[in-house]
């Protein structure tokens, strides 16, 4: 028997030379079924063959397939080289460190990183054009919205996204202050003194706003607009420090604020439990705030409002000064704790145990034995009663007992927890 695979690799180029010769001396193709070429294949003996019996079966199709295949492949294989080497051999020059890795692993790296930088993008186009439609305010003077604020707000209700937002959610989409022109300022600025001044007194301070107005306005004007640039409200820092914390005067009717569990609910009319129930639902709250998951301040369902404030409501104290007071803000992980100011003497009542919060049925416990403390037979020592009365003093005075008194020794240990305090309440 013959070997037909081998019989067919040495006639078929004879086979193809004879065809490309017969087309280029013009002769015709005979009609009729084309000619196929036979290969020899020996058969498995049988009941009714034997070795030296063949069967003659068609090789040009099986051929032509496998051709195909062949050249399929390879286009395949060149097509890849060719995109790698344009693509690896660029990132391969800035980076020398992937050379050392398998040519799979350069492609899943690249493919990550071209995904990150696209979402990066994506997220940096789509906050920065909800920060130019939150910046349109005519919503605010229309009784019935007009159909430019419908689709406004349509488009604001898509870039939102039909995910429930978080308290944070949304403060790096919110426009910043915006900054007035020097004009405007000047005109609002009579429109208010208009009443306060006679006319000879507004005569004369139109006077100076004209000065102001085209002198050394202009140049702190610049300078504002510098500072708009790079903050969210370029009032913030200036109010809080020349308007709040430079007050002088008490702040115990005139700035702080308190909070009651009920006003005209009362579940039961003891001290221990009703403590123990506000502790911990204040220190729910708080985390809450820590973590964000809770529902920003939204108008209409559509305009979201800052949180920046929110992150001040636990384990913050305003330190006095003599000229200027500041504030103490202290990391969450440390204002665990609440104190309890009871018949002259303070308690600290740890809110946590073991990374758990306390149930209300615990708080109200501890509640309970400060309550019981009082009969006990330790007096109070002369003076303690009546020291928190210091805060309702006007700040200069109360800065100047605090740099003398609170700066150093225990007291400052004892002050140092007053301030990481999460709240300071009293019982009576």
């Not at 040009?60 to 080289?81: E, K, T, V």
């Not at 419908?150 to 403060?171: A, E, N, T």
């Not at 990374?355 to 037979?377: C, N, T």
Request: net charge positive; aromatic share 10%; charged share 25%.
């Amino acid at each position: 028997a013959y070997n037909g695979r081998s019989t067919a690799r040495r006639r078929f180029p004879i086979r193809r030379h004879r065809r490309r010769r017969r087309h280029s001396t013009g002769q015709k193709r005979s009609s009729g079924r084309p000619r196929r070429r036979l290969s020899l294949l020996q058969t498995p003996p049988g009941p009714s063959s034997s070795p030296a019996i063949a069967q003659l079966l068609p090789d040009d199709r099986l051929h032509s397939i496998r051709f195909r295949r062949r050249r399929r492949s390879r286009l395949l294989a060149s097509l890849r080289s060719s995109r790698r080497s344009s693509c690896y051999e660029r990132v391969g020059a800035s980076t020398p460190l992937l050379n050392r890795f398998d040519p799979f692993v350069q492609e899943t790296v690249l493919n990550i990183v071209v995904a990150g930088l696209g979402w990066l993008l994506f997220a940096f186009v789509r906050r920065r054009f909800l920060r130019l439609l939150l910046s349109y305010h005519g919503w605010i003077f229309e009784r019935k919205p007009s159909m430019l604020t419908k689709i406004w707000g349509l488009l604001v209700m898509i870039l939102r996204g039909p995910f429930k937002p978080d308290l944070y959610s949304f403060q790096r989409s919110l426009p910043h202050l915006p900054l007035p022109a020097l004009k405007d300022t000047c005109r609002r600025y009579l429109q208010t003194v208009r009443p306060l001044l006679k006319d000879e007194d507004y005569e004369e301070m139109q006077n100076l706003v004209c000065s102001f107005q085209n002198g050394v306005g202009r140049k702190l004007q610049r300078y504002l607009y510098l500072k708009y640039l790079r903050s969210s409200n370029y009032v913030t820092d200036w109010w809080e420090q020349f308007v709040y914390l430079r007050s002088r005067s008490s702040l115990m009717i005139n700035s702080n604020y308190y909070a009651v569990d009920a006003m005209f609910l009362h579940s039961t009319e003891l001290q221990a439990p009703r403590a123990g129930s506000v502790i911990n639902a204040l220190m729910k709250y708080k985390r809450k705030l820590e973590t964000g998951r809770m529902d920003p301040l939204i108008l209409r369902n559509i305009v979201p409002l800052c949180s920046s404030q929110y992150e001040r409501t636990f384990g913050t104290m305003r330190i006095p000064g003599i000229e200027q007071d500041s504030i103490r803000h202290v990391d969450p992980a440390e204002s665990k704790h609440v104190v309890v100011f009871h018949d002259g003497r303070w308690y600290t009542v740890p809110c946590y145990f073991r990374g758990r919060l306390l149930e209300p049925v615990e708080l109200e416990s501890q509640i309970q034995r400060i309550l019981d403390d009082a009969d006990s037979e330790e007096a109070v020592k002369p003076g303690e009663l009546k020291l928190p009365a210091l805060t309702t003093l006007a700040r200069n005075e109360w800065g100047r007992l605090y740099e003398q008194h609170f700066k150093t020794g225990k007291n400052r240990e004892a002050m140092d927890i007053l301030e990481k305090a999460a709240k300071i309440g009293r019982a009576v």
